[in-house]
């Protein structure tokens, strides 16, 4: 089988005298695939792929084998995002749509953005411990609702580390035109005129949206934002949709679920549909399976055994 080819990436620099990194992403085809996933439309599509450009921006910077969840919740037409994301490029997540005109009483500026007021967590971990190691989490209010400011704002709070952040979603119809962000960061040894040098190019690209809109390529975008400032390429890798749930994991938090419980959903459905937030995956388990399922749970405990092995 073919395999198709995305021109979704991520490129990574730093100005040669190593004062000044940059990381720009595009992510058309992945946010479109997500969108479909989800089955998201109009406002949704933006809201989730700006999530998920922001946290594979994030993730960028991270070391091999951690992962980082990026988690919106917001006041706006979007009630929460939920990213994970990792340094190999793959990244999942979801959005939840307020679905209900917003609680008066809470009138928020008109440069308010669509995200609202509410938190903007990143939790950091390695993989497979998340209960040994202490994860690392930053949360900082939203204070604009727009997530590139915001997202600045966490890197400068709970980093310390002066950033910029844009991040944009273009949609022709139904159908994501173009998605991308980009990171900037100023490391110790950035002079005040290096950093004001790059966030003037930065206010040049008057729109980040019509910029990508024009031409999608980090490429492209980290020369618009470095300019004569001189910079090499330390990295180049492919970014895609990817989702680790399983029927196992399905079965095993079936196991969690008990055997009563089981038992009532046997009576009452006849199956167990599972689906998965992430990538909206659906496992269904027909009776038979169910039945199956009940009865080696029974079998287990009756011969004091505490889990059940396939
Ligand atoms: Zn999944």
């Known amino acids: 089988m073919a395999m198709e080819v995305s021109s979704d990436r991520w490129i990574k620099c730093i100005s040669t005298q190593g004062n000044i990194r940059g990381v720009a992403i595009q992510a058309t085809e992945l946010v479109q695939q997500m969108a479909e996933r989800h089955q998201l439309k109009g406002q949704a599509v933006q809201g989730l792929g700006e999530a998920v450009v922001g946290a594979l921006l994030i993730a960028s910077y991270c070391k091999a084998g951690q992962r980082i969840n990026l988690n919106i919740?917001?006041?706006?037409?979007?009630?929460?995002?939920?990213?994970?994301?990792?340094?190999?490029?793959?990244?999942?997540?979801?959005?939840?749509?307020?679905?209900?005109?917003?609680?008066?009483?809470?009138?928020?500026?008109?440069?308010?953005?669509?995200?609202?007021?509410?938190?903007l967590s990143v939790l950091r971990t390695r993989e497979g411990d998340e209960v040994a190691a202490k994860p690392y989490i930053g949360t900082v209010p939203l204070l604009t609702g727009h997530l590139a400011k915001d997202l600045s704002f966490y890197w400068v709070q709970s980093e310390q580390i002066p950033s910029a952040v844009g991040l944009a979603v273009n949609?022709?119809?139904?159908?994501?035109s173009s998605a991308g962000g980009?990171?900037?960061?100023?490391?110790?040894?950035?002079?005040?005129?290096?950093?004001?040098?790059?966030?003037?190019?930065?206010?040049?690209?008057?729109?980040?949206?019509?910029?990508?809109?024009?031409?999608?390529?980090?490429?492209?975008?980290?020369?618009?934002?470095?300019?004569?400032?001189?910079?090499?390429?330390?990295?180049?890798?492919?970014?895609?949709?990817?989702?680790?749930?399983?029927?196992?994991?399905?079965?095993?938090?079936?196991?969690?679920?008990?055997?009563?419980?089981?038992?009532?959903?046997?009576?009452?459905?006849?199956?167990?549909?599972?689906?998965?937030?992430?990538c909206s995956t659906e496992y269904r388990m027909d009776e038979g399976e169910l039945r199956g399922l009940i009865l080696r749970l029974k079998e287990a405990s009756a011969s004091g055994v505490d889990e059940v092995s396939d």
Not at 171 to 176: A, N, S, T
Request: proline share 7%; hydrophobic share 40%.
């Open 73 to 119: 919740q917001g006041s706006g037409p979007f009630k929460q995002a939920l990213v994970d994301a990792h340094p190999d490029g793959t990244v999942r997540g979801y959005i939840i749509e307020r679905g209900e005109p917003q609680a008066p009483g809470a009138p928020l500026g008109e440069d308010f953005g669509p995200w609202g007021e509410g938190l």
């Open 171 to 176: 949609m022709e119809g139904d159908r994501v």
């Open 182 to 278: 980009f990171l900037v960061q100023a490391l110790p040894g950035a002079s005040a005129l290096d950093v004001r040098v790059l966030e003037h190019h930065i206010s040049e690209i008057q729109s980040l949206a019509k910029s990508i809109a024009e031409n999608s390529s980090p490429m492209h975008l980290l020369s618009q934002i470095f300019q004569s400032t001189a910079f090499v390429v330390v990295e180049e890798k492919p970014v895609q949709f990817q989702c680790n749930c399983s029927w196992e994991r399905v079965q095993r938090a079936l196991v969690l679920v008990g055997v009563p419980e089981l038992e009532a959903i046997l009576v009452e459905d006849k199956s167990a549909i599972v689906k998965c937030d992430f």
